[in-house]
């Protein structure tokens, strides 16, 4: 069975400093992942995904994540945060046992000090 | 997100009415899904669809209902609503399954 885990339900650091956001997972199959955007008040939005093709998926606004099987992990990073950048981030598998249903992390809220 | 619309954007309504929320797509996508949001759970799904009068149960699924009588729209029904069921409905629609989703903007659900 799929299932995944954000290890951080927030995550706070200072514009212009690096941003990590922790993922792992848990797949029978060779999965799909997904990192989400959840702008306060907005809906969601595909930030990046996985599908087998490169380990290394570069996303929208800077972001990439990298997918390491050794370790069932899909961690999300930007090199230099920005204010535009605190929303609540998720990520997310793709179960293949199910008709593709997406599975969810709880989300991990990212929060820029100035 | 461009071509789902959720209508209404926010509801409050009591314990035990009935409660449709619908969401409308323009894009013709064949998968359209119903998700909530609460605190500490990411998205839940509810139901989903497949096609054209082609539903399925998602992991919430109890005390809700659906409908697709075109592929354009899709109904969620609370049958009589709960205080639980006090939630942020979030509608999704993909054109391959488990592919990327396109969302609606959500409806705040206050039950009282």
């Known amino acids: 069975a799929q299932s995944v885990t954000q290890l951080d339900s927030h995550v706070s650091v200072s514009e212009g400093t690096p941003v990590l956001l922790r993922c792992n997972y848990s797949s029978s199959y060779s999965p799909s992942l997904f990192w989400y955007v959840q702008h306060p008040n907005k809906g969601l939005q595909l930030l990046l995904k996985?599908?087998?093709?490169a380990t290394l998926v570069k996303g929208i606004n800077g972001f990439e994540a990298e997918f390491k099987k050794s370790e069932t992990s899909f961690h999300l990073t930007k090199p230099s945060a920005h204010m535009s950048d605190a929303a609540e981030y998720f990520c997310?598998?793709?179960?293949?046992?199910?008709?593709?249903?997406?599975?969810w992390g709880a989300g991990t809220k990212l929060i820029i000090k100035p | 997100d461009a071509g789902i619309t959720q209508s209404p954007r926010h509801k409050v309504t009591e314990t035990g009415t009935p409660v449709t929320l619908r969401c409308h797509q323009t894009?013709?996508?064949?998968?359209m899904y119903w998700y909530r949001q609460d605190p500490g759970h990411g998205l839940r799904l509810i139901h989903y669809s497949y096609g054209v009068k082609d539903t399925d149960k998602g992991e919430v699924s109890d005390g809700y209902s659906v409908s697709r009588s075109k592929t354009e729209d899709f109904l969620l029904t609370l049958e009589s609503a709960t205080s639980s069921q006090t939630s942020v409905y979030f509608c999704?629609?993909?054109?391959?399954?488990?592919?990327?989703?396109?969302f609606g903007s959500g409806t705040q659900l206050s039950v009282l």
């Open positions: 894009e013709n996508h064949r998968y």
């Open positions: 999704a629609a993909s054109g391959l399954a488990g592919e990327k989703l396109f």
């Open positions: 996985y599908t087998s093709a």
């Open positions: 997310v598998v793709s179960r293949k046992d199910s008709n593709y249903q997406l599975i």
